[in-house]
Protein backbone atom coordinates (compact mmCIF):
# COMPACT_ATOMS: atom_id res chain seq x y z
CA UNK A 1 0.00 0.00 0.00
CA UNK A 2 1.56 3.42 -1.12
CA UNK A 3 1.52 5.86 1.66
CA UNK A 4 2.29 9.72 0.43
CA UNK A 5 2.57 12.41 3.67
CA UNK A 6 3.56 15.86 2.25
CA UNK A 7 4.67 18.61 4.71
CA UNK A 8 6.40 22.05 4.53
CA UNK A 9 3.14 23.96 3.68
CA UNK A 10 2.72 27.26 5.58
CA UNK A 11 2.21 31.09 4.65
CA UNK A 12 4.80 32.89 3.21
CA UNK A 13 5.06 36.28 1.97
CA UNK A 14 5.20 37.58 -2.01
CA UNK A 15 8.87 36.62 -2.78
CA UNK A 16 9.88 34.51 -0.38
CA UNK A 17 10.84 30.74 -0.44
CA UNK A 18 9.21 27.22 1.42
CA UNK A 19 10.92 23.71 1.02
CA UNK A 20 8.03 21.01 0.45
CA UNK A 21 8.79 17.67 1.72
CA UNK A 22 6.87 14.41 1.07
CA UNK A 23 8.28 10.87 2.52
CA UNK A 24 6.90 7.68 1.09
CA UNK A 25 6.51 4.14 2.34
CA UNK A 26 5.21 0.64 0.89
CA UNK A 27 6.81 1.11 -2.26
CA UNK A 28 9.82 0.45 -3.63
CA UNK A 29 10.89 4.33 -4.12
CA UNK A 30 13.74 4.28 -6.35
CA UNK A 31 11.94 2.93 -9.22
CA UNK A 32 9.13 5.28 -9.21
CA UNK A 33 8.64 8.57 -10.95
CA UNK A 34 7.70 11.37 -8.74
CA UNK A 35 6.06 14.76 -8.88
CA UNK A 36 4.24 17.86 -7.18
CA UNK A 37 1.25 19.17 -8.88
CA UNK A 38 -1.29 21.64 -7.38
CA UNK A 39 -4.62 22.55 -7.30
CA UNK A 40 -5.88 26.26 -6.45
CA UNK A 41 -8.97 26.98 -5.60
CA UNK A 42 -11.64 27.00 -8.50
CA UNK A 43 -8.97 25.42 -10.81
CA UNK A 44 -8.31 21.76 -11.71
CA UNK A 45 -5.28 20.14 -10.27
CA UNK A 46 -1.82 20.88 -12.65
CA UNK A 47 1.73 19.19 -12.97
CA UNK A 48 4.44 21.60 -11.15
CA UNK A 49 7.18 19.29 -11.92
CA UNK A 50 8.29 15.54 -11.95
CA UNK A 51 11.62 13.98 -11.45
CA UNK A 52 11.81 10.18 -12.86
CA UNK A 53 13.68 6.89 -11.65
CA UNK A 54 16.53 8.12 -13.22
CA UNK A 55 16.38 11.71 -12.04
CA UNK A 56 14.74 13.50 -15.57
CA UNK A 57 13.31 16.32 -14.52
CA UNK A 58 10.63 18.41 -15.72
CA UNK A 59 8.66 21.84 -14.85
CA UNK A 60 5.82 23.55 -15.55
CA UNK A 61 6.47 26.99 -17.62
CA UNK A 62 4.87 29.01 -14.76
CA UNK A 63 7.68 27.69 -12.09
CA UNK A 64 10.49 26.94 -14.37
CA UNK A 65 13.57 28.73 -13.04
CA UNK A 66 11.89 29.51 -10.10
CA UNK A 67 10.86 25.69 -8.04
CA UNK A 68 13.74 22.67 -8.12
CA UNK A 69 12.63 19.25 -7.46
CA UNK A 70 14.71 15.96 -6.14
CA UNK A 71 14.51 12.98 -4.50
CA UNK A 72 16.61 11.16 -1.77
CA UNK A 73 16.12 7.52 -2.46
CA UNK A 74 17.69 6.57 0.36
CA UNK A 75 15.32 7.77 2.44
CA UNK A 76 12.77 8.16 -0.06
CA UNK A 77 11.51 11.48 0.08
CA UNK A 78 11.01 14.00 -2.40
CA UNK A 79 11.23 17.42 -2.25
CA UNK A 80 10.42 20.65 -4.16
CA UNK A 81 12.27 23.76 -2.67
CA UNK A 82 10.09 27.35 -4.12
CA UNK A 83 11.24 30.39 -4.33
CA UNK A 84 10.42 33.75 -5.50
CA UNK A 85 6.96 32.52 -4.61
CA UNK A 86 4.22 34.86 -6.44
CA UNK A 87 0.56 35.17 -5.06
CA UNK A 88 -1.01 32.78 -8.27
CA UNK A 89 1.60 30.03 -6.56
CA UNK A 90 -1.21 29.65 -3.80
CA UNK A 91 -2.65 26.02 -3.72
CA UNK A 92 -2.62 22.58 -2.52
CA UNK A 93 0.16 20.95 -3.08
CA UNK A 94 -0.02 17.42 -3.85
CA UNK A 95 3.28 14.53 -3.72
CA UNK A 96 2.32 11.76 -6.71
CA UNK A 97 4.20 8.54 -7.04
CA UNK A 98 3.96 7.12 -10.68
CA UNK A 99 4.80 3.42 -11.15
CA UNK A 100 6.25 1.92 -14.79
CA UNK A 101 2.36 1.11 -15.55
CA UNK A 102 1.36 4.27 -15.15
CA UNK A 103 -0.64 3.67 -12.09
CA UNK A 104 -0.68 6.58 -9.55
CA UNK A 105 -0.91 7.38 -6.25
CA UNK A 106 -1.55 10.62 -4.33
CA UNK A 107 -0.71 12.38 -0.64
CA UNK A 108 -3.43 14.19 1.10
CA UNK A 109 -1.72 17.64 0.09
CA UNK A 110 -0.16 20.12 1.98
CA UNK A 111 -1.38 24.39 1.53
CA UNK A 112 0.73 26.60 0.61
CA UNK A 113 -0.32 30.26 0.99
CA UNK A 114 1.48 33.43 -0.84
CA UNK A 115 0.13 36.40 0.70
CA UNK A 116 1.36 39.86 2.14
Known amino acids: QVHLVESGGGLVQPGGSLRLSCSAS????????MGWYRQAPGKERELVAL???????NYSDSVKGRFTISRDNAKSMVFLQMNSLKPEDTAVYYCNAKNRFGVDSWGEGTLVTVSS
Open 26 to 33: GIIFRVYA
Open 51 to 57: ISSSYNI
